[in-house]
């Protein structure tokens, strides 16, 4: 039998690991067999989302119509892995509770690492102003109050935090009746 | 063995009766256990595309916007009824080649038959010079030149035209291997 679908919502600031852990557990779950498609904010900018920019107005847009495609999918029995920065608590709950099957992933690491990493050179920019509003320097992150998921990226391993996911599905798998805030 | 997705794209005019053959087919193949979306353009624009209008820049981002959801849900083994007007045969093509399993249903009813159904009083509203830029009116629509299935809905029943389309899903079916331009 097919398992239920779900949607896996990675928040986290910019450079905390979000798409590095989301495309290593998809690697994972098709190894399994699994159905799954990774939603990558950055990625979607090119494409569903490329018009919106990153007002507070446009990023809950964004997170809105990336939880309405995430939702699409997870209902058809997809795995569903969302990574995108999402700082704004209301509007991933308003949809978490829309898409029902759901697991909230805090990816977490403090602001120095994620400056110090920078992957994309976006804290660099900012610094010498080239981009303003960025989360976490002047703009804000709204914290997930009870995610049911929390990675310390700066202390423990990819596999360790993909191995909490992996966890916490097999937990909605076994007792789908469970509320995913229940998990 | 699950069957391979695929998407059904029906373009025609407003009141032409895309959407009442689409829902129809959605409830018998839904009965026969496969997994269905309906994506309804109307629908759509009031959460997934709610920002664009009618411009044809609009009406393009709408279709790219749309197809790659019908994408997504394609490749992961849904059959995805699409319903919208789509007046533009490049970016319909465009599409069509993104997605690969695709067929392309014409439902063609003359302007004048569409007129007098006229189920949302657009006709009348635009007769009345309150929209302007309206398909078929004062807009262009471009035929499909070779849709894999066509429908004269005001000269078969909505059920000969469903059962034209389970046809072609099972042509399709029996040798996905075929390009949709083959069936």
């Not at 097919?2 to 495309?23: H, M, N, R």
């Not at 997170?63 to 209301?90: E, K, Q, T």
């Not at 509007?91 to 403090?110: H, L, M, S, T």
């Amino acid at each position: 039998m097919e398992p239920d679908g779900i949607t896996v919502w990675f928040t986290g600031l910019s450079g905390a690991g979000k798409s590095t852990i989301a495309t290593e557990l998809a690697k994972i779950l098709r190894w399994q067999g699994y159905k799954v498609e990774v939603l990558d904010g950055d990625i979607l900018r090119k494409s569903l989302t490329r018009d919106l920019g990153y007002s507070r107005a446009d990023r809950d847009k964004n997170i809105l119509r990336i939880g309405f495609v995430a939702n699409l999918l997870s209902r058809n029995g997809v795995i569903v892995l969302v990574s995108v920065l999402s700082p704004y608590r209301d509007i991933r709950e308003e949809v978490g509770r829309e898409i029902g099957n759901f697991i909230e992933v805090y990816v977490k690491a403090p602001l120095e690492v994620c400056q110090e990493r920078d992957v994309k050179g976006l804290y660099k920019r900012t610094r010498a102003g080239e981009i303003r509003g960025f989360t976490g320097i002047d703009d804000p992150y709204e914290l997930p109050l009870q995610p049911q998921v929390e990675f310390l990226t700066n202390r423990e391993t990819v596999t360790e935090s993909v191995a909490k996911v992996m966890d916490k599905l097999e937990v909605f798998w076994a007792s789908p009746a469970l509320s995913s805030a229940q998990l």
